[in-house]
């Protein structure tokens, strides 16, 4: 199983940058699909994006596309959310999770990063 620690978030202002990295400890993590997912007060954790193992692959969700974008750097064991633009609506917890890729299931999460956009 692998580990994951978030960082990165903090509170900026509407219209602003913040880049959230998840740091993975494991042997296998390269073997892994890393998703960023995100909960606001009162709300269900949506998937935010998510990229394959060999970063070849990505999803993003619709209404993010253009602002938001993952990447990984699989020698470092890291993969980084790039926030930009962003609106009030995107203050939320922020977490990233690991699932093996024939796993539908995400086993793997971390404890979270906190995101407050303020307008």
């Known amino acids: 199983q692998v580990q994951l620690v978030e960082s990165g978030g903090g509170l900026v202002q509407a219209g602003g940058s913040l880049r959230l990295s998840c740091a993975a400890s494991?042997?296998?993590?390269?073997?892994?699909?890393i998703g960023w997912f995100r909960q606001a007060p009162g709300k269900e954790r949506e998937c935010v994006a998510a990229?394959?193992?060999?970063?070849?692959?990505?999803y993003s969700t619709d209404s993010l596309k253009g602002r938001f974008t993952i990447s990984r750097d699989n020698a470092k064991n890291t993969v980084a959310l790039q926030m930009n633009s962003l609106k009030p609506g995107d203050t939320a917890v922020y977490y990233c999770?690991?699932?093996?890729?024939?796993?539908?299931?995400?086993?793997?999460w971390g404890q979270g990063t906190q995101v407050t956009v303020s307008s």
């Open positions: 990229i394959s193992w060999g970063g070849g692959s990505t």
């Open positions: 494991g042997r296998t993590f390269s073997s892994y699909i």
């Open positions: 999770a690991a699932r093996a890729s024939v796993d539908p299931t995400y086993a793997s």
